[in-house]
Nanobody, 123 residues
Framework: QVQLVESGGGLVQAGGSLRLSCAAS????????MGWFRQAPGKEREFVAA????????LYADSVKGRLTISRDNAKNTVYLQMNSLKPEDTAVYYC????????????????WGQGTQVTVSS
């Protein structure tokens, strides 16, 4: 089992920044690809970003490219999501995810989920 705990959400004005963190425990962190998803009210959960085990390769949803950056620190068992130039449409609950499979970490079939952290962007 992998336990994931997100933090760093909050209320920010449009154009502002937030940094989300996700602390992992339970298994060897570097064995897992990590991802971030989000779910806005009344919408389905959607993929935001993912990073491979080594951190060398990343992938982003088109809607966040150039504004959000995923990174990881395998020594600290933590993955981050730096969020810049935030827009009201970024308002959602953000979920951290982990899977040993790269294709699965890009989809809703990912094996492990955090409990989510709320991000609200005011206009």
């Amino acid at each position: 089992q992998v336990q994931l705990v997100e933090s760093g959400g909050g209320l920010v004005q449009a154009g502002g920044s937030l940094r989300l963190s996700c602390a992992a425990s339970g298994r060897t962190f570097s064995n897992y690809a990590m991802g971030w998803f989000r779910q806005a009210p009344g919408k389905e959960r959607e993929f935001v970003a993912a990073i491979r085990r080594s951190g060398v390769s990343t992938l982003y949803a088109d809607s966040v490219k150039g504004r959000l950056t995923i990174s990881r620190d395998n020594a600290k068992n933590t993955v981050y999501l730096q969020m810049n130039s935030l827009k009201p449409e970024d308002t959602a609950v953000y979920y951290c995810a982990a899977d040993s499979s790269w294709p699965r970490v890009l989809s809703s079939r990912v094996r492990y989920w955090g409990q989510g952290t709320q991000v609200t962007v005011s206009s």
